[in-house]
C-alpha cells in the first residue's frame, strides 16, 4: 500500500516537473498576437496576461465602447496594442481586419480564436435564427480568422492557432442546444487543422473550459422562464472548485499552447467530465436527461424572446453570485442600459 502511494506521489512529481520544465521561457515575447473577443471577459484576460509577456496584442471586437475601455485597460500595463472594431461573423471585416493587424504590427503569429456567444433555454423556445446566430459566431468566423492568417503561415512555416472551445464542444448540456452544437463544429474543426497543418509547421490547440468566473452571465441571453435558466447558469459560474476564475484559466490555456498541446480541458470537474462521458457515453446521456427532467425550468415564460442576463436576475440573491459578479466588474463585462458611447479607436 505504501509502496503504490509513494509511486503515486512520484508519478505526480514527474508530471508536475514535465510541464514545468517544459514550458517554453518568455513564449509569446515580441510575438503579433490577435485575440477575437478581447474586449471584455476571458478574451480581456488573456490579452492582459499576453501584454504582461512583452507581446503584440491586437484585439477585436464589435463594441466600441467595450473596446475602448479594453484598450486603455492594455495601455496602461505597457506594450503594444491596437484595438480593432469588427465583426467576425463577416468574412470581408475579417480579411481587413487581418490587413490591419498586419500593416500596424506585423505577421500574425498567434490566431487566438475567443469570440463567442451563449443562448440559453429549452429546445422549444429556439427558432432556427438562434443554431445559424450560433454557428455563425463559433463556427463560421472561426473559420474565416483561420483561412485569412494561414497564407502568411505557411509561407513562413511558423505560426500557431488557440481556438477556445468549451466543455459544451465535448458534452451536450441541457438547454444550450445551438450553443453547444456550434462549439461540437468548432471543437472538429480544430482537431482537423492540427492534423492537417502540423507538417506545415502550424501548431493547432483546442481548448475545452469548464465553468469560469469571467463574468459572462450578464452578456448571455435566456429565453423561457429567463430568470430561472439565468439563476442555474450564474450559481454554476460562482460555486467555488466548480468553476474556476478567468485568470487562472487564462494562464492554463497560455502555458498549454506554449507547449505545444493538443487540447487544454480546464477544471477538474470538467476533466471528470470528459472522461466519464468517454467511458460510458450512454449513461452520461441518461443522467443528463434527468437533469433536463428534474432540475431545469419548464418552458414558458417570455418563450422565444430573448432576455440579456442582467436583466434577468429576478430575485436570486446577489450573495450567492458574488465572485462572477466580482469577475464582470474587473474584466469589462458589466452592461450599463443607456451608457453613452464613444467612438471606436480604429473601424474595421
Known sequence: MRSGFGLALLGIGAWWAYRTLSRPRDPYRGKTVLVTGGSRGLGLVLARQLVEQRAQVAICARDPQELHEAFADLRERGGRVVALECDVTDQGQVRQLIQAVEERLGPIDVLLNNAGMIGVGPLETMRIADFEEAMRTHFWANLYTTLAV??????????????ITSIGAKIAVPHMLPYVASKFAHYGLSSGLRAELKDQGIRVTTVCPGLMRTGSHLHAEFKGQHDKEYAWFALGDSIPGFSTSAECAARQILDGAAR??????????????????????????????LVDRWMMPEPGGVGNQSIPGHMSRGSLPEFVTTLTDQAAEENNELTIPGKPRTPSLAKV
Not at 497564407?151 to 488557440?162: A, D, E, F, K, W
Not at 498541446?261 to 443528463?288: C, N, Q, R, S, W
Open 150 to 163: 494561414l497564407p502568411s503561415m505557411r509561407s513562413r512555416r511558423t505560426g500557431q492557432i488557440i481556438n
Open 260 to 289: 505545444g498541446e493538443a487540447e487544454i480541458v480546464i477544471t477538474l470537474p470538467a476533466k471528470l467530465a470528459v472522461m466519464f462521458h468517454g467511458i460510458f457515453p450512454g449513461l452520461t446521456a441518461d443522467v443528463l436527461s
